[in-house]
């Protein structure tokens, strides 16, 4: 089959593999229909991401129809059979151990297969990912013509007839992923709602904190058509290049600073010279003394109100510096944080999309053949062409 | 919450102890006796080290810093000295009994003075002066707190640390399984189960009632294989087992089953007691690669759980065949239920 592989730094193409097989009892093989590129897959398209292998296959947000599944899914009128049109959530969780019976999926105590690695970085390990470093356990990705999916029963979303690719591809992570960071600001009908980075993330983020109910929403980013598509799902735009960011969300809350922020950026924070901050941190990464480029970070904890919340579904990946945690202190602000427990959300998300309450295709802005991925990591990295969204037909 | 509470403690004394098992009292006081001498004598031997190396890399800056001219002569007794020091260091850090290494370190601060007072006779202008006094009086400090715990190794409790300190490693892992004690105890119990969940054993077999016969992946593709005996088997709470004469390495452990709290299952407590081959350096460098036992057994305690909980322990693409390789379907045809069984490597 054809996969996008990873091959060092800015290299990816699109190599023959062989195709995927049934290994474990709970697998399943999936034929991929739609598949995405992430923004966070940039971040290994860019190697700031630690652990991978030349030749990984990448990809995690991916959907399409069961081929196969393994010895245990077979008869017995199982979640799971063949034909099943599915959407597969980035994080692959077992349904049974303690996490995962409290919700938190993404944080699944089995299914990373290289725990020691990630112990070792983070003091303790989190679940397995498709196509996201062998930290997360070294699963090949969706950006292929097929995908093995361990425990194919628990986390896969199966998908009911009517609803095109478009609509329901962005269940796997984006869309939820946005839907939790607004969740966990606990959003307050008085609230505005400061979300940082106006890609897909930041797009799902918005909306979802104007459907919970948020006053108003303020869209930070410096990309036009980017800004543009925030205001036409209701957001104020700030242009963070042509005014100043602190100065503009106090006009927007009179002086009290907004209530939630939300960082939909993460550790590729754009380095400019109106960011003396962000310089610092791309010389710091250059010399190998900071990761992670925390720019947002800083600025949500300066601009929020006291007792404010910052929420965080940007990915980071290892040490950020110069964070000014005594204004996180002394303002009492709680940080919420993590990788989306997709499954948590994924049922009321697909009944808001029956109910046409929200249709995601809306980020969507290139369709194209896996042949053409490649060249559209440069596109959407350099956000030209209006690049907001890749959908690949593998 | 407890899911994970893994405690990581080898080496020297104090170990996070595990429930109901109780070592010898009067062992632990002498340990805990000989425990600051050890320690000091330890910071020693980094000290000789670092001391060595720099002798060995930067000689001309160091004559200079202690006051003595850098002319050649002087640069290789620099060297020699290093080496000294180098030799002294590693000493006293690799080796089980640390007395005669702290001696050697008396002795060549001894010369030291010597080679200082000599310095001080040749000096021709007064501008070294201070550091070359500050550099002596450095060393008759450092030879009163060699000669200190020289003494105190020698007088015996160096030996009774020694032993328990390198000779024997000991690992204690704990992993919480959603399963009942009985089950759990079922599963181990029968000890061919191990290899199941234990990477680096590659079969266990019943000799009879009591007696094992152990193969394992040693490092570098060696097959190591020892006889074992059951030691303590209490139905649904410990088993304990040791090498029998022979063993290629001595080693012993304990596992035990206790009923966790709030209807979590079963807490499992292991014990392993090896003898580390090449002492602590040796653990040491096999920590590097993951190949430490304690390591190992942490990764085959998380196995377990996975099989007792869910009946299987789900691969990667990257766990599939032996060392780092992309995340890319395999080649090899792959027979799902002997993958369980065979392809844990």
Known sequence: MRALCW????????????????????????????????????????????????????????MGEVVEVGPDLQGKGGKLKVGDRVVVPFTICCGECEQCRRGNFSVCERTNRNKELADQLFGHATAGLFGYTHLTGGYAGGQAEYVRVPYADVAPVKIPDGLTDEQVLFLGDIFPTGWQAAVQCDIEPQDTVAVWGAGPVGQFAMRAALLLGAKQVVAIDCVPERLGMAEAGGAIPVHFEEESVLERLGELTQGR??????????????????????????????????????????????ACRPAGILSVPGVYGGLVDKIPFGAMMQKGLTLRTGQTHVNRWTDDLLKMIQDGVIDPSFVITHTVDLEDGPAMYETFRDKEDGCVKVVMKP | MLQHTISTTTTTGVRATSPRLHRGEREATILQRARPTNRLAQGLGWFSLALGLSQLVAPRGLARIIGVRDNPRSIAGMAAVGIRELASGLGILTRTRRAPWVWMRVGGDVIDLALLGRAVTERRRRRGDMQLFGAITAVVGVTALDLFIAQRLSRGTDDVAARTRSQKQVATKVITINAAPEEVYRFWRDFENLPRFMKNV???????????????????GLRIEWDAELVTDRVNEAISWRSLEGADVDNSGSVQFVRAPGGRGTEVWVEIRYDAPGGRMGAAIAKLFGKEPSQQAHADLRRLKQLLEVGEIVHSDSSIHHGLHPARPSRMRINPSRMQKEVLR
């Open chain 1, 7 to 62: 091959n060092g730094k800015k290299n990816v193409r699109v190599e023959h593999v062989p195709d995927p097989q049934i290994i474990d009892q709970h697998d399943a093989i999936v034929k991929v229909t739609s598949t995405a590129i992430c923004g966070s897959d940039l971040h290994l398209y860019n190697g700031l991401m630690p652990t991978m292998e030349r030749g990984d296959i990448l990809g995690h947000e991916f």
């Open chain 2, 202 to 220: 590659a079969s266990v077999t019943m000799l009879d009632d009591r007696r094992s016969r152990w193969v394992v992946h040693g490092p570098a």
């Open chain 1, 257 to 302: 600073g907004p209530e939630k922020c939300i960082d939909a950026v993460g550790l590729e924070a754009h380095v400019g010279a109106k960011h003396l901050d962000s310089l610092y941190d791309r010389a710091k990464q250059a010399m190998m003394l900071e990761s992670d480029r925390p720019h947002v970070l800083r600025e949500m904890m300066y």
